[in-house]
Structure formats: structure tokens, C-alpha cells
């Protein structure tokens, strides 16, 4: 979702930005790019630590209660879609194409920015609280492809981060990276695109075939 689909990062920026300086510090560039998709459990982990703060439980869930308070009000103002990303899941779902949002977001989150995207694009959604194991495990995705009724393996995941691809890989998919943020190493079963405006449904088809016949294995 967050810089695949909408360009949100910039909210997470300006969020994580406000949040570091109300405790008198600063989030350093490395550390952004870091956290590009990850959970919210690992994004104050990690600013609890740089900031030297105790890690109070109740306390780092009140602060993703804020994080996400805050968020979720810039996203009300309505969330910028990334190049070509709106017109894709509209073709697609013109050939009623099975999707899933798979994102690390927490659901409470994901709603309010369903309300900008638009939820009929998609059969399923599966965040990051609502398994085990947020990306870079394999479980978000895997949940997608057993809620969708296919194998892994039958789905190419659409990723921006380094976070989400090695998700998705993890799990069996083959991988569309469209780096937004941060760039995205390369792989056997992964394709590079500088945005999803250059591409037609037809192409995502042959680039999964393409990648399906790569070698996988699958990790645990």
C-alpha cells in the first residue's frame, strides 16, 4: 500500500519526524530509509532505542497509538497515487483479476486509507497485526494467497521496499519491484520497473510467467 500504491511515505516522514522531536531528538536519514515498510512494533523499537528511551510496554503501545493517530489524520486529507497505480488496478479489476493488499500497516490504519484508495479493488486485505509475523517475514503473504485460494507461487506481489520484497519472496511469490523510497537489491525471481504507468496487465502476466520458472526456495 504505503509507496506502491499511494504516495505515503512523506506522511510517515513528516509523522516520524514530529514524533522523534517530542522527545528532543531527530530521525537520521539512514534510519528512515531503515524503517521504509516495516511494523509499527519494529518503528518504535527502533526510535525507542535511538532515543534512549525505556521500553516500557505501555508505553510503546501508547506511542503507536499516536503514530498512528497522527497519520491516519493526514491521510483523511486524501493519499496521492503513485504513477500509473490507479489505473492498474483498474484494468485489472476489469478482468477481474483476484487482488490482495498485503501491507504491514496496522488494520485500523489501513481502513482509513481504504476510504482514499478504494476498497472494491480488492478480494482480500491482510496487515501486519493480523498474523504472527509482519514483513520481512513471509506471513502477511502467505495469509493473502490462502485467503485468495491459490499457492503463493501463483501470485506476483507488487513491492517498493527492501522490506516487503524479501516478504513476498519469502513466502514463494515471484516480485515486481517499483522502488519508491529506497532502492530494492535485484534477484532471480524479482523484475525492476520504474513505475507501473509503463506497464499493462499483460506484461505483469508475462513477467510472472517469466520469474515462475526461476528456481525457489522457500525459507522458513
Not at 518503528?43 to 497519520?71: C, F, K, N, Q
Amino acid at each position: 500500500m504505503d509507496g506502491t500504491l499511494v504516495d505515503s511515505e512523506k506522511y510517515w516522514d513528516l509523522a516520524l519526524s514530529t514524533f522523534y522531536e517530542s522527545f528532543g531528538g531527530a530521525i537520521s536519514r539512514e534510519t528512515r530509509a531503515v524503517l521504509v515498510g516495516a511494523s509499527a512494533e519494529e518503528t518504535v523499537l527502533t526510535a525507542y532505542t535511538e532515543l534512549g528511551l525505556e521500553r516500557d510496554p505501555d508505553a510503546m503501545v501508547e506511542s503507536i497509538r499516536r503514530l498512528h493517530d497522527y497519520t491516519a489524520d493526514l491521510f483523511d486529507e486524501g493519499l496521492p497515487w503513485c504513477d500509473g497505480a490507479r489505473e492498474m488496478l483498474e484494468a485489472l479489476a476489469a478482468q477481474r483479476t483476484p487482488m490482495a493488499l498485503v501491507t504491514n500497516t496496522q488494520r485500523a490504519l489501513t481502513e482509513r486509507a481504504l476510504d482514499s484508495i478504494g476498497r472494491q479493488y480488492f478480494s482480500v486485505s491482510v496487515c501486519g497485526d493480523e498474523v504472527p509475523n509482519g514483513k520481512p517475514a513471509p506471513d502477511t503473504y502467505l495469509r493473502a494467497a490462502e485467503l485468495l485460494g491459490v499457492e503463493p507461487s501463483d501470485c506476483l506481489a507488487v513491492e517498493d521496499s527492501v522490506t516487503g520484497s524479501a516478504a513476498a519472496e519469502a513466502a514463494g511469490c515471484t516480485v515486481l519491484v517499483v522502488p519508491n523510497e529506497v532502492p530494492v537489491p535485484g534477484g532471480t525471481r524479482r523484475r525492476h520497473v520504474g513505475s507501473l504507468a509503463e506497464l499493462q496487465v499483460e506484461d505483469l502476466r508475462r513477467i510472472h510467467r517469466e520469474l515462475a520458472r526461476e528456481p525457489h526456495v522457500r525459507t522458513a
